[in-house]
């Protein structure tokens, strides 16, 4: 996509009317297949296919919208009608662009290359009207060869209309087709083609295309200010070339400067970008909002600004896993000092919890009747959220006990005074440092293998091995009949999985280096523990006296107290 089809005048030429002016899409549309950019492998393949003459009856070309698909379709056009300059070659990779076909082909006007948008044209009648001309030889070229652009709007009438002509064509027919759905696309037309999955181009690809282009046409623009269109065209070289083309022409003659992208586009300042997400990151509300609504003054996007804090969050991540990429020489300069800097004293928790966070904002956004309120509520939730802990350090804390204080067994321990907790509803909730509960499990040594000596110690040696599932129904959901040491009989309750028994029968025999059997009986059994631990609680006199107190309040939970 780098070659023009038509040179610029030379420096002092009259310039282009505007009757005449082509956009620079069109203009720099490649016309041969070494001018198609970021595509090398269709390039090495379509050209070894041709050279030797494996000519396929049907191609699909699939890829994202601007990357090359029509533009190939095109050229392969061109490559199996040319006929050379002496009028007597045969198909060729590198068309000559001056024989009758290649102009025809080129301007869109030969009678036996045929473009259809199915977009527009997507009924059966259509496709019938396009198979009755199959049948008969093309007038001038060596193929007739049909075009189908946007294949995947056709009906599904239309594709099984094209299925039997597609799989036998006449020798003289070549069909094309191109399509940004490649997966609406039945698998029976598929199977009939040869597939081309044209790739998105890469940024500094689109940068060096982008570049050529300027200085051909006579443009300063600014390195940073490529690097902005490259990034914004998205893998698009049309996308791409057509931001560009507004770009000069907003700056009338002058260097096309970063500051005068970023405001045509509206885009958040890269540097400011960090600056909001080391606030928020920080807790500091204030500043985030305040840098939210200056990027916001000056014409940025408020979606936008989450589209960029979740890509420097996605590259932020990145440099935790590999912290060589901040050494790519590619980078500006912001992004590889203070984006290592960041990745190094942010956890990686916390990095994936805010990826999380602004992709579910960035969806809020987008549906929301005023974005800017929406994104600043984003910013608030993440902000307050940066400074509870992670998951992980939270488990970590309730293991060291921390935050949950572990027990040790009943009778080896004084019993202090239960604290009570008032919750909604009139519904107390008991915290205490010592009732037992599963979550307050001592996590065992590594020296020795545990030994449980009661149920209640089963219960927390399957929390603290992490099986808190298991651990809670034997709390809640079994009554205990019998208990041994390598033996414990119970009825299930009605929650109970069928296969309790054998599950911890299995893991206490692997984790105790003994063996032990877990049964199960139909009849019989003491209360669940959990029942045992909130009777317990309700014989404490101050409990007592707050169920007394408030009439028809029941204890329903028992948590730890706090430090």
């Not at 089963?458 to 809640?476: D, G, P």
């Amino acid at each position: 996509m780098d070659q023009p089809v038509t040179d610029r005048p030379a420096s002092g030429a009259p310039a282009e009317t505007a009757a005449e002016y082509q956009v620079l899409a069109r203009k720099y549309r490649p016309t041969t297949f070494g001018a198609l950019v970021g595509q090398d492998a269709l390039v090495r393949t379509l050209t070894n296919a041709i050279t030797s003459g494996r000519l396929a009856h049907g191609y699909m070309l699939t890829g994202v919208r601007g990357v090359g698909k029509t533009t190939t379709a095109r050229l392969i056009a061109r490559a199996l009608n040319c006929i050379g300059v002496d009028g007597k070659s045969g198909p060729s990779p590198t068309p000559c662009g001056v024989c009758v076909h290649c102009t025809a082909i080129a301007e869109d006007r030969h009678v036996d290359v045929l473009e259809m948008d199915a977009a527009s044209r997507t009924g059966i009648d259509d496709i019938r009207e396009l198979l009755e001309g199959v049948r008969y030889r093309p007038t001038s070229a060596r193929y007739k060869i049909y075009i189908i652009d946007e294949v995947h709007m056709l009906s599904d009438k239309a594709f099984n209309a094209l299925l039997k002509t597609l799989e036998e064509p006449p020798e003289h027919v070549k069909f094309i087709f191109a399509t940004t759905e490649i997966r609406k696309v039945p698998v029976t037309v598929l199977s009939r083609c040869q597939r081309f999955d044209l790739r998105r181009i890469e940024s500094a690809t689109l940068q060096k295309l982008f570049a050529e282009v300027s200085a051909k046409e006579g443009a300063q623009v600014d390195e940073g200010a490529l690097a902005l269109i490259a990034r914004a065209a998205d893998g698009s070289a049309r996308d791409g070339l057509s931001i560009l083309d507004q770009a000069i022409s907003q700056a009338g003659g002058k260097t096309v400067g970063e500051t005068a992208v970023r405001d045509m586009l509206g885009l958040a300042d890269r540097a400011l970008v960090f600056d909001l997400l080391d606030g928020v990151m920080k807790g500091d509300v204030k500043t985030a909002l305040d840098i939210l609504a200056g990027q916001y003054a000056a014409g940025a996007s408020p979606v936008v600004v989450l589209q960029d804090l979740l890509e420097l969050v996605h590259w932020l991540t990145r440099l935790k896993v590999a912290p060589d990429g901040a050494n790519d020489p590619a980078l500006a300069e912001t992004e590889r000092t203070r984006g290592a800097v960041m990745a190094e004293n942010l956890s990686m928790g916390v990095i994936t919890r805010a990826w999380q966070m602004l992709l579910k904002g960035l969806g809020e956004a987008r549906a929301a009747p005023m974005p800017l309120q929406a994104v600043e509520m984003v910013l608030v939730r993440l902000a307050y959220a940066a400074e509870l802990p992670t998951p992980a350090d939270a488990l970590k804390s309730l293991e060291s006990g921390g935050a949950v204080a572990a027990r040790a067994p009943a009778a080896s321990v004084p019993r202090p005074p239960a604290r009570p907790v008032m919750s909604s509803g009139g519904q107390a909730a008991i915290a205490t440092d010592h009732l037992p509960h599963a979550v307050a499990a001592p996590q065992p040594t590594a020296e020795a293998l545990p030994q449980p000596q009661s149920f209640a110690e089963v219960v927390k040696l399957l929390f603290a091995k992490r099986e808190a599932v298991l651990s809670t129904h034997l709390h809640r959901n079994v009554h205990l009949v019998r208990f041994e040491q390598g033996l414990i009989e119970f009825k299930p309750g009605r929650l109970a999985p069928s296969d309790l028994a054998g599950q911890v029968g299995k893991l206490l025999t692997a984790w105790t280096g003994q063996r032990w059997v877990v049964s199960v009986a139909n009849t019989g059994g003491a209360i669940p523990l959990y029942e045992q631990e909130i009777n317990e609680a309700k014989s404490d006199p101050l409990v007592k006296s707050i169920l007394e107190a408030f009439p028809g309040a029941t204890v329903e939970a028992i948590r730890p107290a706090e430090k």
